[in-house]
């Protein structure tokens, strides 16, 4: 089983940046797609962002398309979310997944996930 410890939330002010990290252990990365998700207070949770084991695909929501980039680094077992012209709509929890069934791709059969960290934009 993987174990997965995200990091790099914060308080930012809209238009600003962030780096999103997730740290994985207890298995590699290497043979699993990785995704971002985030919820809202009173939302439901929210598909984000995936990359495939290679880094060679990547899929966007629409609300963050062009603004944030997933990417990962095998060799560190750890994933990125660059997050760019933040808005404050983008206000939420984080969490990072590990996917264990591919053919799911890109949105579902994510089996592992992390703890979350804190994002918020202000005005």
């Known amino acids: 089983q993987v174990q997965l410890v995200e990091s790099g939330g914060g308080l930012v002010q809209a238009g600003g940046s962030l780096r999103l990290s997730c740290a994985a252990s207890?298995?590699?990365?290497?043979?699993?797609?990785m995704g971002w998700f985030r919820q809202a207070p009173g939302k439901e949770r929210e598909f984000v962002a995936a990359v495939t084991w290679s880094g060679d695909q990547t899929f966007y929501a629409d609300s963050v398309k062009g603004r944030f980039t997933i990417s990962r680094d095998n060799a560190k077992d750890t994933v990125y979310l660059q997050m760019n012209s933040l808005k404050p709509e983008d206000t939420a929890v984080y969490y990072c997944a590990a996917q264990g069934d591919f053919t799911d791709w890109p949105r579902g059969g994510f089996d592992y996930w992390g703890q979350g960290t804190q994002v918020t934009v202000s005005s």
């Open positions: 207890g298995r590699s990365i290497s043979s699993y797609a």
